[in-house]
């Protein structure tokens, strides 16, 4: 099969979807993998290193799209790669579609076949190629809302671990999950007071284990109110897979928090799970509602292209192969439950009913 890697076109996106060693692989499995010229530049892969490995190299998108069968990406098409895209081609990326009306509806005009990294499930209802990003999501957000606390960024100027004669700061995470769960991890190591908030108690239990400075706690409305009003930092990792994220810190809740306070929406691909979050980008990533920092970009782990570069494609991968190689592959659950549009139709149970533009 024709295999085809474009350069990815959001924002400050550096991420490439196959790094020169997978494609090795799938060209010794006899495959034709192309990919666009500098694709891989910014997560540290040079053109010569994919040509080492027997990769052809497109000189532009147009090319790309013009001899590739499976398109293999990591961020959902924007309005170059709309362009581009035929209904022959089958698309494996990320898609996010739920709180995406207009990019669901040109799919299903253009008649593509997309398959969605986060709809591919297992049988144990693990999401192996939502998880990598979502661990590395997780930490982003700790790291990001401690500089955003730092008083020259807007914040409050709270340092979050503290130390003797301080107060600790008080990070709030909504969601225990891959990305809640990291982050939670990340911020007790640093000393803050964690709160964190899920409905699974074998993941409250996992939480408590992290230390004596972390407390799990189910969402109930008041709960959570009560928690976020004092919070220094909040983050949102909730997640119903494929679906649109529920707003469980409510604009009441955001009004209610201390100025220079601040909010990181994980869930802003799913359309955030905070009621004032609306999706921003690397080049312009914050906002401020009733005082209180926002940070909501929709494409957190692309920050660190070579790292995520490396954790996405090792997820990706074993499911690529299957793709290229197996006539049969929607007998496969994991592949033919992750189709998000198909000829046309909206396929996903996740996805079916909703409003389109």
């Not at 990291?182 to 190591?189: K, V």
């Not at 496969?332 to 198909?342: K, R």
Request: with cysteine; proline share 6%.
């Amino acid at each position: 099969m024709r295999i085809g890697v474009p350069s990815e076109t959001k924002t400050l996106e550096g991420r490439v979807a196959l790094v020169p060693a997978a494609c090795a692989d799938l060209v010794r499995r006899g495959h034709q993998v192309y990919v666009q010229e500098g694709a891989g530049e910014k997560s540290g892969f040079s053109d010569d290193e994919y040509r080492r490995v027997g990769v052809k190299l497109a000189p532009t998108a147009k090319k790309l799209y013009e001899v590739g069968e499976l398109i293999v990406k990591v961020k959902e098409p924007i309005a170059g790669d709309l362009k581009l895209l035929r209904k022959n081609h089958l698309l494996f990326c990320y898609l996010h579609l739920a709180p995406e009306p207009k990019l669901t509806r040109r799919l299903l005009d253009i008649g593509l076949t997309g398959i969605a990294f986060e709809s591919v499930e297992e049988a144990d209802g693990s999401l192996p190629l939502l998880a990598p990003m979502s661990i590395i999501a997780g930490r982003i957000a700790v790291q990001i809302g401690t500089h955003l606390l730092h008083q020259p960024a807007g914040g409050k100027g709270k340092l979050l671990g503290g130390l003797p004669s301080t107060e600790r700061g008080k990070v709030v995470v909504l969601g225990a999950g891959a990305a809640g769960g990291n982050s939670a991890a990340l911020a007790a190591a640093g000393g803050a007071n964690v709160v964190v908030f899920d409905k699974r108690p074998d993941r409250l239990a996992q939480m408590m284990a992290l230390g004596a400075n972390v407390t799990a706690l189910y969402p109930y409305e008041e709960y959570v109110a009560r928690e976020v009003r004092d919070a220094d930092l909040v983050i949102g990792a909730v997640l119903i897979p494929s679906a649109k994220a529920p707003h469980v810190v409510t604009r009441a809740m955001v009004k209610s928090m201390q100025a220079g306070s601040v909010l990181v929406d994980i869930s802003i691909d799913q359309g955030g799970c905070f009621e004032t979050s609306k999706p921003t980008t690397y080049a312009d990533p914050t906002y401020i509602v009733d005082g209180v920092i926002h940070f909501a970009v929709t494409n957190m782990p692309g920050a660190v292209p070579q790292t995520s570069s490396q954790a996405i494609c090792a997820a990706i991968l074993p499911y690529v192969q299957r793709l290229a190689s197996d006539k049969h592959w929607r007998k496969f659950a994991p592949l033919a439950g992750g189709i998000n549009v198909e000829n046309g139709k909206i396929v996903h149970p996740a996805l079916k009913g909703m409003k389109l533009d």
